[in-house]
């Protein structure tokens, strides 16, 4: 008799800690969830596909007919850098530190 008792006493607790557990189990698939998805969006963003590359080194832009990853652009044929970013960025990121207009289509600014 004296069991019946100890179980109807630690019920509620037993209750309250379930509780807990699956509350905590459902955040960690959340977690899971997100993790995967991060994951996932850090592939698709390694895949950039785009058929004009500029050299981030001289300038030089090379052009593909189909859209190509970065590892598609090897060597620049200019200068033989390596390091590549898509044509319209590096275009963008030096009109801002120069504070001019943003350049027009042959790599040259706007003139006033």
């Excluded at 390694?46 to 593909?64: L, M, N, P, S, T």
């Amino acid at each position: 008799m004296r069991s019946n008792i100890m179980d109807d006493e630690t019920q509620p607790a037993r209750r309250f800690v379930k509780a807990r557990l699956l509350e905590i189990q459902r955040c960690a698939d959340d977690l899971q969830r997100c993790a995967r998805w991060a994951l996932q969006e850090i592939a698709r963003l390694d895949e950039i596909r785009i058929r004009r590359w500029r050299c981030v080194h001289c300038g030089y832009v090379i052009c593909f007919t189909k859209p190509a990853t970065i590892e598609g652009c090897g060597k620049c044929a200019m200068c033989g850098g390596t390091k590549f970013a898509p044509d319209g960025e590096i275009k963008a990121e030096e009109a801002a530190a120069k504070d001019t207009p943003v350049p027009d289509g042959k790599g040259k600014p706007l003139s006033d």
